[in-house]
């Protein structure tokens, strides 16, 4: 079946380690999003990208980095640079011309 | 700046109960407003609007959208348990890259 899967489900880090999420999709979506979800603060983003090797920053890009080198891939690496990375991030696709963003079940990341 | 305000940030009801949640919205050439439903992980589609005062209805979810007051509003009829879950409003600009998501509005509907 079609669909994003993200992984892992749930992490837990060291403050100043660097992690990378994963997000990937059997859609053959060109768009692909990353958001982070915080209590009481709906989805914020951080990056998309609408095509392969070509990526934009969203509203809270700092301290996060992305690649888009496969279709199917959009890894998110949350860096050390990011002063509270303990959230929920959510990976999303789109096709061109779809009215709807297809999420994944989200990574839970907790920094201790 | 882009805006999406949804509100009552949280409700609680009773099953049986009918339902209004509320989102309006700042965004530079409008073309769509998108509500999801997130039960525990991933959010689900629900509705989609371009058009003002053309009501989308799904069972006993129905929701409408006033362009020229720049708000949305989610009913619920009837609501039952499984109806608790967090309803995210996002709204689309011409461009048609970026969702602008709401805060989000988290129902619970209490047996």
């Known amino acids: 079946d079609g669909g994003i899967t993200q992984s892992p489900k749930y992490l837990f880090r060291k403050e100043g380690q660097n992690v990378t999420l994963s997000c990937e999709q059997n859609?053959?979506?060109?768009?692909m999003y990353w958001y982070r979800q915080d209590p009481g603060q709906g989805l914020r983003l951080i990056y998309y990208?609408?095509?392969?090797?070509?990526?934009q920053k969203g509203d809270i890009a700092e301290g996060y980095s992305v690649s888009r080198e496969k279709k199917e891939s959009f890894p998110l690496t949350v860096t050390s640079a990011q002063k509270n990375p303990t959230a929920f991030y959510l990976c999303a696709s789109k096709s061109p011309g779809a009215r709807e963003l297809f999420f994944g079940e989200g990574s839970r990341l907790t920094v201790l | 700046e882009d805006k999406v305000v949804q509100s009552p940030l949280s409700l609680v009801v009773h099953e049986g109960d009918t339902v209004t949640l509320n989102c309006s919205y700042e965004?530079?050439?409008?073309?769509?407003l998108l509500w999801y439903k997130q039960e525990k992980k991933a959010p689900t589609f629900l509705f989609m609007l371009t058009s003002s005062g053309i009501e989308k209805k799904s069972g006993r979810l129905s929701s409408i959208l006033d362009k020229k007051e720049l708000f949305s509003i989610l009913n619920i009829t009837a609501t039952q348990t499984g109806d608790s879950a967090v309803y995210l409003c996002?709204?689309?600009?011409?461009?048609?890259?970026?969702?602008?998501f709401g805060t989000g509005t988290s129902l619970t509907v209490i047996p």
């Open positions: 990208s609408q095509i392969v090797n070509d990526f």
């Open positions: 965004v530079t050439n409008f073309r769509s």
């Open positions: 996002a709204v689309v600009p011409n461009t048609g890259n970026q969702f602008y």
């Open positions: 859609l053959n979506h060109d768009a």
